[in-house]
């Protein structure tokens, strides 16, 4: 009776607490921040001093930090939730003291390496809950080694500079990652990016053969340390939701010193619709050397009237008459010409690939702020499984014409891409798909009004496509992010909710598997956000036994133990009593 008697004094103290304190929000979150900032300084190496590697909103330097890995501006207004802090890490010991402290404080978590989450999630939340970022752009080594044929590289570097040190070192070799340059290695590898050699090499995480990860006890492990599981898990299955990925070592590929590019395009009134068609019979069944991409989009034409024009991007690593003989034999509905055709060494076509003038320099590639877009964006993704008829695709132009700016383009699979189990990684998108298929809508207008008009005219596509796409489920591209398909609230329902998106990005089984790593390696869930992994461990704070402490110590443990929400832990900081222990 006397322990019960005890507690329930303390309980009414903090009572009194709740009602006293309920109106001093900006003090508590001061003090919040000055505490894990102090926990931050205690646990880095102090060889390596993080101070100078904090950014809070009172810094003049925030913003800029803030801003210039956001690179889809939708998630750059003023009325987009900013975080605590940003800790541009340079040492592996500030990293582990963000994590730790990160737990200590209860606060969430956010890993940014190129800052393309298409929906933010690597710097901005949608939830109410207090966050930090981990910016990762200080650790972008990259070391090639041509003898071995391997590259370490750190996931704050770029695709851009991982393809001119490749270079720099060897003509004949190559990595077979995307088409984006400034994309930052950690997210794009940990969520199974593609490039233009995936029907040749298969995805980059086809091609990974060694990982670091710092877990969520801080510990940094390796592919033998850390198990087969979870480096599954992080080669396709999105590295935020099991830790933080520090580094990747690739397997490179062998390239020719020659190889040809083109880019034609036609127009609805040049056949289009009968070309189109013919694409999706034969885009997968071509030689393994060829990608030969179709994006479709509406322009109008010399009358001022809205058409379609598709164009037709390709990489074939061979020289041009070859591919001239390939493509008159098995697609001749493109009319392709010799004349269409350039021949350039690969490092050349990666440049040639994101529309820059031939001649620019390939040091282009080192430039890690380079835009490609001076607007807001809404990304989605399906998968093509049967090819669609010269009258759907009809329909399919009529429907683009009534709508504003959205851009479908179309990416053939098959080659090596259907050789490879789709248990292989978590990314099961394998053999059975023709293409992929990406729709980007693009808008320089401002406001809320034409944001949301311009991500209805994205969805209205999306539904429009809905006949010719895969079912049950209608699957999804990890790292095409994408909220409209299902978003976790981490509540009583998480474990359906992860099951929606979870799905659709990686089938049934493999997103098993996932959950089955995740309950492993993060029981508690300290990683998460809107679409990632959910465990299905629910973790218990052992509850206290009050008799031994007083009300004030009591507090303390709660806090320490996680006893407390994070509300009650803003309530005790503004009370004064975090500082003075």
Not at 187 to 206: A, F, N, P
Not at 321 to 328: E, G, R
Not at 400 to 421: Q, T
Not at 494 to 515: C, D, P, Q, W
Request: hydrophobic share 40%.
């Amino acid at each position: 009776m006397a322990i019960i008697s005890s507690f329930n004094s303390q309980i009414s103290v903090l009572t009194i607490l709740l009602v006293f304190l309920s109106t001093k929000s900006s003090s508590t979150s001061s003090c919040i921040t000055d505490h894990f900032i102090q926990c931050l300084n205690n646990r880095s190496d102090p060889s390596f001093p993080i101070a100078g590697l904090i950014f809070t909103p009172g810094n003049s330097s925030f913003p800029s930090v803030l801003q210039t890995y956001i690179r889809n501006l939708r998630f750059n207004k003023s009325t987009t939730p900013k975080p605590i802090l940003i800790i541009t890490a340079k040492h592996v010991s500030h990293i582990q003291a963000a994590i730790m402290c990160g737990k200590e404080s209860r606060l969430l978590m956010k890993t940014r390496s190129g800052g393309h989450d298409l929906e933010g999630l690597s710097y901005v939340t949608n939830t109410k809950e207090p966050f930090f970022i981990v910016d990762m752009f200080n650790f972008r080594s990259i070391n090639v080694d041509i003898e071995q044929e391997t590259a370490w590289v750190q996931a704050g570097a770029i695709l851009g500079e991982v393809y001119y040190r490749i270079a720099e070192k060897s003509n004949t070799h190559g990595f077979p990652a995307g088409i984006c340059p400034t994309v930052g290695v950690g997210g794009y590898i940990s969520g199974g990016g593609w490039g233009t050699m995936l029907r040749k090499y298969g995805l980059s995480v086809d091609n990974v053969v060694d990982a670091q990860v710092i877990d969520v006890n801080g510990k940094l492990l390796n592919r033998k340390s850390m198990g087969e599981d979870l480096f599954w898990a992080i080669t396709g299955g999105g590295g935020a939701s099991f830790g933080v990925v520090l580094a990747y070592k690739l397997k490179l590929v062998r390239v020719p010193e020659v190889v040809t590019a083109f880019r034609i395009q036609r127009t609805s009134e040049q056949n289009l619709s009968t070309i189109a068609h013919r694409w999706t019979q034969v885009a997968d069944k071509l030689d393994n050397n060829l990608f030969l991409r179709m994006v479709l989009s509406t322009i109008n034409n010399t009358n001022g009237e809205k058409t379609i024009r598709g164009t037709f991007i390709t990489l074939y690593l061979g020289n041009s008459m070859n591919l001239v003989t390939l493509l008159n034999k098995d697609f001749p509905e493109l009319g392709l010409q010799k004349s269409d055709c350039i021949e350039m060494s690969w490092i050349e076509s990666v440049i040639y690939y994101m529309n820059f003038p031939i001649g620019t320099p390939t040091t282009v590639l080192l430039n890690r702020t380079l835009r490609f877009s001076n607007g807001p964006s809404k990304t989605k993704s399906d998968y093509l499984k049967n090819p669609i008829s010269k009258q759907g695709f009809e329909f399919i132009f009529d429907r683009m014409k009534e709508l504003e700016n959205v851009m479908m383009a179309f990416n053939p699979y098959g080659g090596r891409m259907s050789e490879i189990s789709e248990f292989a990684k978590p990314f099961p998108h394998r053999s059975g798909n023709i293409a992929k298929i990406h729709y980007l809508t693009i808008w320089e207008e401002h406001g809320i009004k034409a944001e949301n008009r311009y991500l209805n005219y994205t969805r209205m596509m999306y539904d429009y496509m809905t006949p010719f796409v895969s079912k049950n489920p209608r699957e999804a591209f990890y790292n095409y992010r994408d909220l409209d398909i299902g978003v976790n609230s981490h509540g009583s329902n998480a474990s359906i909710e992860g099951m929606v998106y979870g799905h659709k990005y990686f089938k049934e089984t493999n997103y098993k598997r996932l959950v089955r790593v995740k309950a492993r390696v993060d029981p508690c869930n300290f990683f998460r956000n809107e679409q990632s992994i959910l465990t299905s461990k629910i973790c218990k704070v052992p509850w206290l036994h009050t008799h031994s402490f007083s009300t004030w110590k009591t507090l303390k443990y709660l806090l320490i133990s996680g006893g407390l929400n994070r509300e009650w832990v803003w309530w005790w900081c503004d009370f004064g009593l975090v500082a003075n222990g």
